[in-house]
């Protein structure tokens, strides 16, 4: 039931980021403001949809990507998300 839910998330996560493509792209050259916000919001569902493949991996519904990985890298990039007032600055 969980993948079937993540699936679904997925797929309105993909309808919900192709809009902000759209809209991004019929924005014109000086909307700076707007342009920002738009690329925040992609960038949100872009993690969104990291974290819902990787629970797809988790649940055996997805393949897992093997890899070698720097642990003292991680680390250092997860320090700012333990600092209280920079949560939003997590990668």
């Known amino acids: 039931m ?3 839910i993540a ?5 309105q996560l ?3 980021t192709a809009n902000l493509e759209l809209a991004a ?3 014109p050259q000086d ?3 707007p342009a920002k916000r738009l ?4 960038l949100a569902s872009d993690k969104a949809a990291e974290i819902v493949g990787l ?3 988790y649940l055996g519904h997805a393949l897992a990507r093997l890899a070698p990985l720097d642990l003292s890298d991680v680390c250092r990039r997860s320090l700012p998300c333990l600092k209280p ?3 939003n600055t997590c990668a």
Do not use: W, Y
Request: hydrophobic content about 45%; overall charge positive.
């Open 25 to 27: 792209r019929e924005l």
């Open 7 to 11: 699936h679904t998330f997925n797929n």
């Open 2 to 4: 969980a993948a079937a």
């Open 39 to 42: 690329t925040a919001a992609m």
């Open 85 to 87: 007032r920079c949560r």
């Open 14 to 16: 993909q309808i919900v």
């Open 31 to 33: 909307a700076t403001g």
């Open 55 to 57: 629970t797809l991996t």
